[in-house]
């Protein structure tokens, strides 16, 4: 039970960085430069969490696909 959850953790905390990265590159791209923070800084870190989101959203679709799977092989033996 305790890895079901830390992979529903995973995938909120992935979902959310994808989400905040694409709302970075949105404000990035859509706003004028009257900051401090550049556009291109926001587009950046936009784009590198949004990588990184995705990462981590495949690595749970793996890990609950191999999950399902030996759980599947111990009702069958």
Known sequence: MKEKQTNIIQLIIAALVVLGGLALLFVGVKTDPAGQIHETVLVAFGEAATFAGSI??????????ITNESSNTDKKV
Not at 56 to 65: A, F, L, N, Q, V
């Open 56 to 65: 981590m959203g495949i690595d749970y679709h793996y890990k609950s696909k």
